[in-house]
């Protein structure tokens, strides 16, 4: 069966980094585009950023460009997302998601697939 495992989540300070990681199976991972999401307290989820099939294209969302970087490893089934200079507003859980199509990450409601999520809380 289909399987989304992220790890990598915590407590981190103001201005810290962590490093999410999410483990897949079960479907083909290499002709999947696959994105985070998170799920701020209180919200609906949200888009974080995305990377394309073959690794070729990415996105992020304005507010964690340039201190989040995802990146995918197809020969290992894994998708990661560094993040830096974590902010108070960046707690949430946050989600690994399967994508059919690489132009569907624009659209949270086409994930496919979803992982149970991890937590990132940032406070001081």
């Known amino acids: 069966q289909v399987q989304l495992v992220e790890s990598g989540g915590g407590l981190a300070q103001p201005g810290g980094s962590l490093r999410l990681s999410c483990d897949a199976s079960?479907?083909?991972?290499?002709?999947?585009?696959m994105s985070w999401a998170r799920q701020p307290p209180g919200q609906g989820p949200e888009r974080v950023a995305g990377?394309?099939?073959?690794?070729?294209?990415?996105y992020y969302t304005n507010h964690v460009g340039g201190r989040f970087t995802i990146w995918r490893n197809n020969a290992e089934n894994k998708v990661n997302l560094q993040m830096n200079d974590l902010k108070p507003e960046d707690t949430a859980l946050y989600y690994c998601?399967?994508?059919?199509?690489?132009?569907?990450?624009?659209?949270?409601?086409?994930?496919?697939?979803w992982g149970q999520g991890t937590q990132v809380t940032v406070s001081s």
């Open positions: 998601a399967a994508v059919e199509d690489d132009f569907d990450m624009a659209v949270i409601s086409r994930y496919r697939y």
């Open positions: 079960g479907f083909a991972f290499g002709r999947s585009a």
């Open positions: 990377v394309y099939k073959d690794g070729s294209g990415k």
